[in-house]
């Protein structure tokens, strides 16, 4: 890796980082934890056929089965999530916005959207940067084969 890469990936990622923290400010703005922000954000766009069970949001976010329990436990303590047993496998149980949960994503997903649309541009510009070398080395490779 030459400094151009280095320095494409470092700007990536500060961009990346950049929406990331908006994303927590307007959290905690919103009386929500970042993660109690992602849990919501991840049971409602889940991927169509996933149920919204804790193994689902699990993988979602990358966490622990014990973790999001407690996420859970402490959304449904707050009335932002509601919990329903499978109608086909009664042991498994599954997570659901309440309206109220819904109302505060909503608003929280609105923001984000509008800062990612502005945002966009920049955080293109340094993606592209970061994979540009790659696109042109792979070319390079099927020219010289």
């Avoid at 990622?13 to 849990?39: C, H, M, T, V």
């Avoid at 109608?87 to 109302?103: A, C, F, K, M, S």
């Amino acid at each position: 890796m030459n400094s151009a890469e280095f320095r494409a990936l470092s700007e990536f990622r500060f961009r990346i980082r950049i929406f990331l923290n908006g994303s927590e400010e307007a959290a905690r703005k919103a009386g929500l934890e970042p993660q109690q922000y992602l849990f919501l954000l991840a049971l409602r766009g889940l991927p169509l056929g996933r149920t919204g069970s804790i193994q689902d949001l699990a993988e979602r976010m990358q966490l622990r089965h014990h973790s999001v329990v407690e996420l859970a436990d402490r959304l449904e303590r707050r009335g932002l999530v509601r919990r329903e047993r499978s109608r086909d496998d009664r042991r498994q149980v599954i997570l659901h916005l309440t309206p109220r949960g819904e109302r505060i994503l909503t608003k929280l997903a609105k923001q984000r959207i509008a800062e990612l649309r502005t945002a966009a541009p920049a955080l293109v510009r340094s993606l592209t940067a970061v994979i540009r070398p790659m696109r042109e080395t792979k070319a390079r490779r099927g020219r010289a084969s």
